[in-house]
């Protein structure tokens, strides 16, 4: 569980200070929150072809009951 947490160190070993700490997890929350908000998307759009292809089968299943 410890292997989650992110030391707050530059890839050449300087600890980085408060101020560059919490700058650095401000853009991480920034992109967890664009990823959010493009997989909230993502979703919907799924949603949406699964209606239609809902609808599709229903209507093939209609066409091959008629017959």
């Known amino acids: 569980m410890?292997?989650?947490w992110e030391k707050p160190y530059e890839d050449?070993?300087?600890t980085l200070g408060p101020e560059d700490a919490l700058r650095r997890?401000?853009?991480k929350s920034k992109t967890?929150?664009?990823e959010k908000l493009q997989l909230?998307?993502?979703i919907e759009?799924?949603?949406a072809e699964n209606d239609a292809l809902l609808e599709t089968n229903l209507?093939?299943?209609q066409k091959l009951n008629s017959f």
């Open 45 to 47: 759009k799924l949603k």
């Open 2 to 4: 410890d292997d989650d």
């Open 59 to 61: 209507s093939l299943e």
């Open 25 to 27: 997890e401000i853009e």
């Open 40 to 42: 909230k998307d993502a």
């Open 12 to 14: 050449d070993g300087v």
């Open 32 to 34: 967890l929150k664009v």
